[in-house]
DNA sequence: TACCTCCTTCCACTGGGCGGAAGGACTCAG
DNA sequence: CTGAGTCCTTCCGCCCAGTGGAAGGAGGTA
């Protein structure tokens, strides 16, 4: 009977699948685990229970399992996330006082953008971005300007991995997309409307190290309403502009 | 030739070990990392490989390996340490502005007290905890009130691991450590003097949730010289006080 | 009681993981 | 340039750890 054979994963990406269940989800039984992770229950049971014992899972009085502190300890000292964020923080600030938007700092995470940073006004937006949340590359502004910095390979994997429309407005073709990541990178700002919350706009900037490389992006989400206000595209700039120099930028250096 | 026996861990514990390889250290290179887990190079190797290409470690330009940015996106959203520091924070911030010393929030992890905040003023006394780092039960203040209200079996593990003593005045044996936790259980507030850093003191106070139950401490590290300020040690039951009651904690209901 | 869902344990088969060793890549000293 | 040293990467055949279907709980509902 059973035994042998199985699925051809290696058992670490399978460790890795049950973290990846958690995804979206704050809490999981151990047979949506084994769902998600696409596991037989007795496998998902056991990798389930190193998880545990390690501490990177905790089990709830429900039952249900959870991330676990040893996690938030590993990851919350991972070096470009606690860099950036405190170098970041003052003009982020800032930036939030002088226009009370959504304001973001995102570094790109294979295919998407990852939220490092949200700092919220009282703005009428709905928000979809939650620090630690991944929003597609193609769709919005901080995700269009790290895509327009980063190594042309993650451009063809972005286009083979076809695009969502998440909007009518939103590009998906590589004609199209090209020609905005060409802007992106002669203007150096990035504006998105409508293209993937109704009734938002975004506008973005690249924040670059010492060596010159974009590592990351700044953003404000606001209504539309307010796409014409110059002071908005303006102060993303300096905010960016400004994190920036104190990563060590220095503009116009060889 | 080689092949088979290997040793008696799991995969699963093998990819684990590779992640605690990077406790206290930014960055590793492979062999460090087998060393520190354990490991024959070749198998650190595949397993490292795998990290990588799922993204919980990341490789610099340098070849060394650092955690990797999904591990700070799958633990920054850990419910625990982010509903505490959410709501704990406000009450550190007015514990820090009236005694300008260094703040903290610790949940216990194992037989140890991880540190969720720290806040710091422009104090004397030299800080070894930071955010994310974990220090022994029995010696800090935050330890000794998460160690006083844990269940038995936590004192009996720390019991047999052996606690070191890191400062003369460091109280390691059963009994006095015995005497230690009822006082802290009867009075609310934990004192340690000297334990663990010379020249330091610390109070701490336990925070509770709607069901009762300790699930952090809150703590003042500073000068020794300060020890007798009363309003030291208010301050820090005051804040222990109202983060409980705003995680719904009611005091003196059944 | 019968039925359901979800969790836990069991066990015999077998292929994925193992790790020593060989081969590179690179640095440094002479 | 040569040789020694360090560290990383790849190779390959052996064998036991991992596998997963199934059976057996636990708990809830009708």
Redesign the pocket.
Known sequence: ??????????????VFAIADAFTGREEL????I?GRAN???????????EWVEWGGLERGDD??YRVGVRVWRLGVRQPTAMRLRRVAMPYLEDLLESTHEHVHLAIRDGLGATYLERLSGPAAVPAISDIGSRLPLHATGVGLVLLSYAPPEVFEELLASGPRAYQPGTITDERGLRRRMAEIRSTGIATTVEELTPGAFSIAAPVRDATGEVLAAVSIVAHVERLAEPQISLGVRMAARGISSALGYRAHVD
């Open positions: 009977m059973a035994g042998g054979g199985g699925d051809r994963r290696s058992v670490a990406r399978k039984s151990l047979s949506e084994a596991l037989p229950l007795s496998t998902a049971h056991r990798l389930v229970a039952g249900n």
